[in-house]
């Protein structure tokens, strides 16, 4: 049965010359199966930020700092119901607002036997990244985690910069296997948005979530499907965008993105990098 155990979306965006960064793009990646994390800092290019605050209470954050760019991915605790391993889970994962920007986020699953539980939605939600998990057809009770990817800008407020990303949503066709396709908006030039991140979610119940990724540097992809049991059904796309020359930086951005994928049923990767650029 194929669909979506692990997902890790999103981007951080960098200074001139620094590639950046979702879950398993080149500047850092957190591993779903070992909690490891890793960072690799490139380079160090432009105007240096003040300080961050600490990461929020009972997360897991790991930040990275570039120049005039601060990212923040934040690993929130498991969602385990009422009593451990359930067969129905949600979770969120918030970014600290003062800081930082919700730009993307991911889940994932642990505890669940074969055939096990998969993801019905990974979505952006307010300020936080939400997520909701099943089993199917047989018992797969699991525990489930949200991670949400904030990003900072120097010369932009975090409300500042939460004004210029847009969130974008597509609804697919009704079926048995249901497509969308989230395509971000044209900035004030007439240029598309650059893609941050996205996501997707699947409210039919019967209907697993099979992909959710960058289909190119301007449009996010998401896809469900029934099993086993007909459950026609709708799933929506969301792609998350910023204009390429935010007002009042004095850089313009540029991005690309990358995909990850897995044969053996741990999950799926995806990741969208950004670059800054003189404007």
């Not at 930040?63 to 009422?82: F, N, P």
């Amino acid at each position: 049965m194929k669909g979506l155990r692990a997902i890790f979306v999103g981007s951080v965006v960098s200074t001139t010359a620094l590639a950046v960064l979702g879950f398993g793009a080149s500047g850092c990646s957190m591993d779903a199966s070992s909690d490891g994390e890793q960072l690799s800092e490139e380079a160090n290019i432009g105007t240096s930020q003040q300080a961050l605050n600490a990461c929020p209470a009972g997360v897991m954050c790991l930040d990275y700092s570039a120049g005039s760019v601060s990212a923040r991915v934040y690993q929130c605790g498991w969602s385990t119901g009422t009593s451990n391993f359930q067969n129905h889970l949600t979770a969120g994962c918030q970014v600290d607002t003062a800081d930082f920007v919700l730009v993307g986020g991911g889940a994932e699953i642990f505890g669940d036997p074969v055939p096990g539980a998969l993801l019905t939605t990974s979505k952006p939600n307010g300020n936080g990244w939400f997520v909701a998990s099943k089993d199917h057809v047989d018992v797969g009770k699991h525990s489930l985690r949200a991670y949400a990817i904030g990003l900072r800008l120097a010369g932009y407020t975090a409300t500042q910069l939460r004004g210029q990303v847009h969130v974008t949503t597509v609804n697919g066709s009704s079926g048995a296997v249901s497509s969308a396709f989230a395509g971000v908006p044209l900035d004030s030039n007439g240029d598309f948005e650059l893609l941050l991140g996205g996501g997707a979610q699947t409210l039919t119940t019967g209907q697993l979530l099979t992909a959710s990724y960058p289909f190119n540097t301007t449009t996010w992809s998401a896809a469900s499907k029934d099993h086993i049991v007909s459950a026609p059904g709708i799933v929506t796309a969301y792609a998350i965008s910023i204009p390429r020359c935010p007002p009042g930086l004095g850089y313009c951005l540029t991005n690309g993105n990358s995909n990850w994928f897995s044969s053996t049923g741990t999950g799926y990767r995806s990741s969208v990098s950004v670059r800054a650029t003189a404007s």
